[in-house]
């Protein structure tokens, strides 16, 4: 999944594609590739070089969404967000597709995310002018010359503190490589060192060949490292005994490179392999990846995925390998194609006009939303959905939709508060009705005169105007553990905020104080003794939260898959939680979460608004 571009010097076009293969049950599967390409002839200046990856850095003036996510996603492959169009590079990763826009804006779609799990910012804030992507990390290159990294692959988050001036990044497996405007290059990371047959190779440092300048492109596999030189020689270096170090004898003229290969297990430098576009369009492959005996002409960008390869003609057709087809689906009619990125199990084509094109597997055929600016003012997070209510009193969706959870009811409006469950959404009517759909919609019949909602993982609560409370869901067949959540304590009334676990529900008086009930197997209903003054609570799965006014978190139960929310100051403005991750707002505009067993800074500022998912999270903020 890299891509090589051969481009007339009369205009350039950035062509960042950097792609990772996925693996199997049965065997270690592929990782990708990065791919870039030498400037023109009459623009040797790195300065103004058309390195692939590289474009202009005078961003036209564009609103900024204020939508920002981060956690886990499973989906959204193929199916392109209206908010990355047009765009002007790609990069498509195992799972995971991303689009960078004029402006220098990344918009990723798919599993992970680029989740940024630990404190790794879903959409990283600034101007890019380029990134590469691997199974579970991305590199991007900000307009200052300076790199960024994300994502869960340490080695490469370990960005050397003095690498500036870069104009170009690639990254493989567990490295990274920089090209300086002075033709020189940095490498950080490790390749896979010693292999011994069914074990786990041993780590080593990456480092470049001393000596090495006159560079102006790079590119990564999954173990070894490519520069293209200024005369149209190619360098590689990486793991001993890779094959794909090997450069055919003789090679020149070449105008772009590429790499790709395996991620992780063993044998890791057995399939990597390099790939040279030369200047009269022949593609030229070594090593032991696949496609390594198809020979292309005319062609002006490729992308090599696992199995197949994507190619670019200069009538700006996909073209592929005989034997390698690559994902089905592909769109007859294609033309105008610019550059194309061969993902795992799907892949992307950029056109000419900046529209993309995606075809292949697409997980559970959802996509991401087109959420205009300034256009949301709330949101709701389940296991693996999204809600966005927008001013107009419409509602959003995209995410997981295996229960129909994403399917907004046709003419729904005149919405004033939404809820999410594990696979069911929720939308407060003006009128004081609430609609329901996906898994278990079912809605009492005579519920009228609401004004808040809240989901549980199977549940849901409705606040009445007369400060009363009605529960539903499946409990009624039996289907919940006892005490029943929906079994709303009689007598219980002057309510103004009602919060959903997974199989116990919170409701807080107007008095400030707390009520609760369900199961209690982990102490989630043991209010504290003179608990008052609160202003808002929460529920995850086996722990309950309270914000009291003076801004203080209180949280009881317990909660093996995490840690139990603290937070010892009293900045604290808002709280969310879903199952076992929980968020908190704080005054100055930041956010904390806790999951996965630790506490950590959500990278966001200005934020107004924040909902846990079961993986992930929703945030507002202001410009």
Not at 17 to 24: E, F, I, S
Not at 180 to 205: H, K
Not at 231 to 244: E, F, K, P, R, Y
Not at 301 to 309: K, R
Request: hydrophobic share 40%; aromatic share 6%; with cysteine.
């Amino acid at each position: 999944m890299s891509v090589l571009g051969r481009m007339p010097r009369s205009h350039w076009l950035p062509i960042v594609v950097a792609a990772v293969m996925g693996l199997t049950v049965v065997a270690p599967g592929f990782a990708a590739v990065t791919a870039a390409a030498a400037p023109s002839a009459d623009s040797r200046d790195a300065r103004a070089s058309a390195a692939a990856g590289s474009v202009s850095s005078r961003w036209p003036r564009r609103d900024s969404t204020k939508l920002v996510a981060w956690g886990e996603y499973d989906f959204s492959l193929n199916e392109v967000p209206q908010d990355a169009q047009p765009a002007v590079a790609l990069a498509a990763g195992e799972g995971f597709s991303v689009a960078l826009r004029w402006g220098g804006q990344p918009i990723p779609w798919g599993a992970l995310g680029l989740s940024g799990q630990r404190t790794r910012p879903f959409t990283p804030p600034g101007r890019l002018v380029s990134v590469s992507a691997w199974k579970d990390h991305v590199v991007g290159l900000w307009t200052d010359g300076t790199v960024v990294a994300w994502g869960d692959t340490d080695p490469v988050l370990e960005i050397p503190t003095e690498l500036r001036d870069v104009v170009a990044v690639a990254t493989g497996a567990a490295h990274a490589v920089a090209l300086r405007r002075d033709g020189t290059v940095s490498v950080w990371g490790e390749y896979a060192g010693t292999c011994e047959p069914y074990y786990v190779c041993d780590p080593v440092p990456a480092e470049a060949p001393e000596g090495l300048t006159g560079v102006v492109a790079v590119a990564a596999g999954g173990q070894h490292t490519l520069a293209l030189r200024r005369d149209g020689t190619v360098v590689t270096w990486g793991s001993g005994g890779n094959i794909a170090l090997r450069v055919p004898a003789g090679l020149r003229k070449v105008v772009a490179i590429a790499a790709g290969g395996q991620s992780e297990g063993w044998p890791q430098v057995e399939v990597d392999y390099s790939a040279a576009l030369l200047r009269d369009g022949t593609l030229v492959i070594w090593g032991a990846g696949p496609g390594t005996s198809c020979r292309l002409e005319r062609i002006r960008s490729v992308s090599a995925g696992p199995s197949y390869l994507l190619a670019v003609g200069r009538n700006h057709r996909v073209r592929t390998c005989p034997g390698y087809p690559g994902p089905a689906g592909m769109p007859s009619r294609l033309r105008g194609v610019r550059s194309v990125a061969a993902g795992a199990y799907h892949a992307l084509a950029l056109r000419r006009d900046g529209r993309i094109v995606g075809w292949g597997n697409n997980h559970a055929g959802e996509t991401r939303p087109s959420v205009r600016p300034r256009s949301v003012v709330a949101m709701a997070s389940g296991q693996y959905h999204n809600l966005a209510l927008t001013r107009r009193g419409t509602v959003l969706a995209w995410g997981y939709n295996n229960f129909g959870q994403i399917d907004v009811p046709a003419g729904l409006s005149s919405v004033t508060a939404v809820a999410a469950g594990e696979w069911t959404s929720y939308a407060l009517r003006a009128n004081g009705t609430v609609v329901a759909w996906g898994l278990m919609p079912q809605v009492p019949p005579d519920l009228s005169g609401v004004t808040a909602i809240a989901a549980g993982y199977r549940h849901a609560l409705a606040l009445r105007r007369d400060g009363t409370v009605v529960a539903w869901g499946p409990c009624s067949s039996g289907d919940c553990p006892e005490p029943d959540p929906e079994d709303v304590p009689p007598g219980l009334h002057e309510v103004t905020a009602v919060a959903a676990g997974v199989w116990h529900s919170m409701a807080l008086r107007r008095d400030g104080t707390v009520v609760a009930w369900g199961d209690n197997y982990y102490g989630q209903l043991n209010v504290p003794p003179g608990l008052s003054n609160v202003k808002a609570i929460a529920a995850g799965d086996t722990y309950s939260m309270a914000l009291r006014r003076d801004g203080t978190l209180v949280t009881w139960g317990d909660n093996e898959s995490t840690t139990l929310p603290t937070h010892a100051g009293t900045d604290v403005t808002a709280i969310s939680a879903f199952t076992s991750h929980a968020v908190a707002l704080l005054r100055k505009g930041t956010a904390l979460e806790w999951r996965s067993g630790s506490e950590s800074k959500l990278p966001f500022t200005n934020l107004v608004s924040v909902t846990a998912g079961g993986s992930h999270g929703l945030a507002l903020r202001k410009r």
